[in-house]
């Protein structure tokens, strides 16, 4: 979107730039032809206050499934087994024995979508027990029950893990609060591939050394220099890496092409988030 484009007129459908949050709708306001934005993103915070009447959002759900399945995977195997911990001891052999297993444990996926199903075949693949949770409660042939949001209270002090996947928006905003936390028994590892604000920064300071953290993405973001939860105990964190790997580009472009090929022949497309 150059200012020597002069064809913006005539641009009906875009692929936004692969950024998070509204800044990946910059300069939207400038293509007056415009129908239909298709971000590479599954979240879309904020997003649909900004679209120009006429104008329809598509997310990228399914593009970055296994990548941020595979991600969760690792940082649920690197909290539990303390491999953010020997890497900081290194020079120095300290043996942890006696720490969990993926194995046996039961695994609490907090945001059971397309991401959360990817993310519990490759869990029960590695023989670990999944509690899945959504907004309504239904039938599943991976995990055989999805449990309702309004049953989280009743299942966190009996699980191992939690996987918070939710996106962020009025409902979720701060979901996994002090009150939530407190509710999760000592050492349990609460992992976060989703949304920054679903998680109180606050709170993940205050339970942090009882609990286990490892945080994709966090609030604010990006994390400062010499913030506190750098120094956290038991906190791990990695820069917002779960989605933009080696998957992502096949499978984005096999996405857009199925969205111009539906444009092109008047057809509906996927993946409509507004309006």
Same mark, same amino acid.
């Not at 609490?108 to 907004?135: K, Q, T």
């Not at 994709?216 to 990695?238: F, M, Q």
């Given at each position: ?8 007129? =005539? +641009? =009906? +459908?875009? $692929?936004?730039? *692969? +950024? ?16 239909? $934005? ?5 979240? *879309? ?27 969760? $995977? ?20 300290? &043996? ?10 039961? +695994?609490?996926?907090?945001? *059971? ?6 993310? !519990? ?6 023989? !670990?027990?999944?509690?899945?949770? !959504? ?15 309004? =049953? ?5 002090? =009996? ?64 994390? &400062? ?51």
């Amino acid at each position: 979107m150059g200012e020597q484009d002069d064809r913006r007129d =005539e +641009v =009906e +459908v875009w $692929v936004a730039p *692969y +950024v998070t949050g509204t800044a990946a709708l910059d300069g939207i306001d400038t293509l007056p032809a415009l129908r239909l $934005v298709q971000v590479q993103t599954a979240g *879309y915070d904020g997003m649909p206050a900004l679209l120009p009447e006429g104008v329809t959002l598509a997310n990228a759900r399914g593009v970055h499934d296994d990548a941020t399945a595979e991600l969760a $995977v690792g940082l649920v195997l690197a909290g539990l087994r303390g491999i953010d911990q020997a890497v900081r001891q290194h020079g120095t052999w300290r &043996p942890m024995p006696g720490r969990r297993s993926l194995a046996d444990s039961r +695994v609490l996926v907090l945001g *059971y979508g397309s991401i959360g199903r990817s993310l !519990a075949e490759r869990l029960l693949a590695m023989r !670990a027990r999944v509690v899945a949770v !959504a907004s309504r409660p239904r039938g599943d042939d991976l995990v055989g029950t999805v449990h309702g949001i309004d =049953e989280l209270p009743a299942l966190l002090p =009996e699980v191992d893990v939690v996987v918070v996947l939710l996106p962020h928006g009025d409902a979720t905003h701060h979901l996994v609060d002090d009150g939530l936390l407190a509710r999760l028994p000592d050492g349990c590892l609460v992992v976060n591939v989703g949304r920054g604000p679903v998680v109180d920064t606050a709170a993940v300071l205050a339970h942090a050394g009882r609990l286990r953290f490892a945080l994709d993405v966090t609030d604010p973001e990006p994390l &400062p220099d010499r913030h506190p939860l750098w120094t956290a105990p038991d906190v791990l964190i990695t820069p917002h890496i779960a989605g933009g790997t080696t998957a992502m580009l096949p499978r984005m472009a096999a996405l857009a092409r199925a969205q111009l090929t539906a444009y092109a022949a008047g057809e509906p497309p996927g993946n409509v988030v507004a309006p």
